[in-house]
């Protein structure tokens, strides 16, 4: 798929789609059975940019990691003990959780082994100190650049421990103080001031840690892992888009054998309030709860506002529920949005920069979009700007806009959904063409106009 598109509304979907397996449950797989003593097995792990990021550093870290295409992944590691000084930078590419996670598991090399991890220019933006400083406060010697932002250095020799509360609501943070903790000389006590994600904790536990969880607080002790077998199961983030797109074209979409973890699927109660129809049904609970979505939409959308404490359980689908709201009949307002400006993109701004080209009446404010509909989107020329959540949600307005949308930077659906271009034409809510390359060479955008509070 050429990176410059064409994008066309066609008819109401109605059917089932599978979606590849979860990002943030793969990372943690190969990162996790690159610190076990043996051979982890992975089925149906999300085989795109960010996780093949992952297994790069694994095996950098010294795991043996067998991956083929379409197939399942093995990682063999042997434990602690066994990670290597890498002999090069780590280039963590466009992923965050990559880049975060290693770092908390750099520490455990041997004393004295410098690990140094960068990546892409977006992720070279993105804060670092949020890990840094709690890392140096448990004991350990890491670095960034003076701004705060990668590369990221850091030197083995294993933090001494403590307790340590997390600056921001992020679980990529926590999970890397865990894997300090996981490695290091003494015990370690992460607390957060609202829940995250909770993948790392759950998934060490499975693997033998021992792990004290208690409110928001977690304390690991350090000690071997043991390997798992897992099977990923579909990623609620990448289904979100489908259950957007039953919800705003008045459609219905299915997507089976889903992550129902409840920090991950904020956006569902958002759809029922909404007025759309949502069935989950969970299928298994352990490791994860994991089970079928059907969304459904009858009558008029209404207006959506959610608690900021919520925002981590649908942190990435916020560009999809602003989509939401520009359909709904009322004022919708999205709280809590401060962390969306450090994602990949300034994805507040964009978000509100992008629904605004697309004839949506938005204000943008510095933690929050303030979203008056229903308004009937027109076509708009667009651009991903290499971020894959604002790739997604632009498509799925497609299935709306009268006029159709262009988009730039298609290819960034890669890092999380790389077969996503091909399952939105399944759907067929929109017809995908492109655009050729004289037009795509052009200048992408045309100047809308965003309210400013
Ligand atoms: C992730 C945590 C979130 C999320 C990201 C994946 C994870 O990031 O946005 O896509 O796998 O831990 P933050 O920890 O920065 O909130």
Redesign the pocket.
């Known amino acids: 798929m050429s990176d410059a598109i064409h994008l066309e509304r066609r008819a109401v979907p109605d059917g089932t789609v599978a979606v590849p397996g979860d990002?943030?449950?793969t990372?943690?797989a190969i990162l996790l059975g690159a610190l076990a003593e043996g051979v982890s097995r992975i089925d149906s792990p999300l085989d795109a940019a960010d996780t093949r990021a992952s297994a790069a550093v694994a095996r950098a870290l010294g795991a043996r990691v067998a991956w083929r295409e379409g197939q399942g992944a093995t990682v063999e590691g042997h434990g602690a003990s066994g990670l290597t000084e890498p002999s090069q930078l780590l280039d963590c590419g466009n992923s965050?959780?990559t880049l975060?996670?290693a770092a908390g598991m750099a520490t455990g090399l041997p004393a004295g082994a410098l690990t140094v991890l960068t990546g892409d220019a977006s992720l070279r933006a993105r804060p670092m100190r949020?890990v840094v400083d709690p890392l140096a406060r448990l004991g350990a010697q890491a670095w960034t650049r003076a701004a705060g932002t990668p590369p990221v250095a850091v030197r083995g020799g294993g933090v001494t421990g403590g307790a340590v509360e997390t600056a921001?609501?992020?679980?990529?943070?926590?999970?890397a103080l865990l894997l300090a903790g996981l490695l290091g000389r003494g015990p370690v006590r992460v607390a957060e001031r609202v829940a995250?994600?909770d993948?790392?904790e759950r998934m060490l536990a499975a693997m033998g840690a021992r792990l004290e969880r208690s409110g928001l607080a977690t304390t690991v002790f350090p000690g071997p892992l043991r390997p798992l077998a897992h099977r990923i199961p579909g990623d609620p983030?990448s289904a979100a888009n489908w259950w957007v797109l039953a919800a705003i074209t008045g459609g219905r979409l299915v997507t089976p054998h889903v992550l129902l973890n409840p920090a991950r699927i904020g956006l569902l109660a958002v759809l029922r309030q909404a007025g759309a129809e949502v069935h989950a049904e969970v299928e298994d609970e352990v490791p994860e709860p994991v089970g079928t979505v059907a969304v459904a939409h009858r009558g008029p959308l209404s207006p959506i506002r959610w608690d900021p404490a919520d925002v981590?359980t649908l942190?990435?689908e916020v560009p999809l529920a602003a989509l939401l709201a520009t359909q709904a009949h009322g004022r919708s307002r999205l709280d809590g949005l401060s962390?969306l400006r450090?994602?990949e993109t300034d994805r507040l701004h964009e978000v509100a920069r992008g629904l605004s080209l697309l004839g949506a009446q938005v204000v943008e404010h510095a933690d929050a979009l303030e979203i008056l509909g229903p308004t009937p989107l027109r076509g708009a020329a667009l651009d991903s700007h290499g971020d894959h959540r604002l790739a997604f949600v632009w498509a799925i307005a497609a299935a709306i806009a009268e006029g159709g949308v262009d988009l730039r930077g298609a290819a960034a659906v890669s890092v999380?959904y790389p077969g996503f271009w091909e399952a939105l034409a399944g759907t067929g809510a929109v017809a995908v063409s492109q655009v050729p390359s004289a037009a795509a060479a052009g200048p992408s955008e045309q100047t809308g106009k965003i309210g400013q509070a």
């Open positions: 990002k943030s449950l990372h943690r965050g959780t975060r996670l949020r921001v609501p992020s679980a990529q943070v926590k999970s995250t994600r993948h790392t983030s981590p942190v990435d962390e450090v994602k999380s």
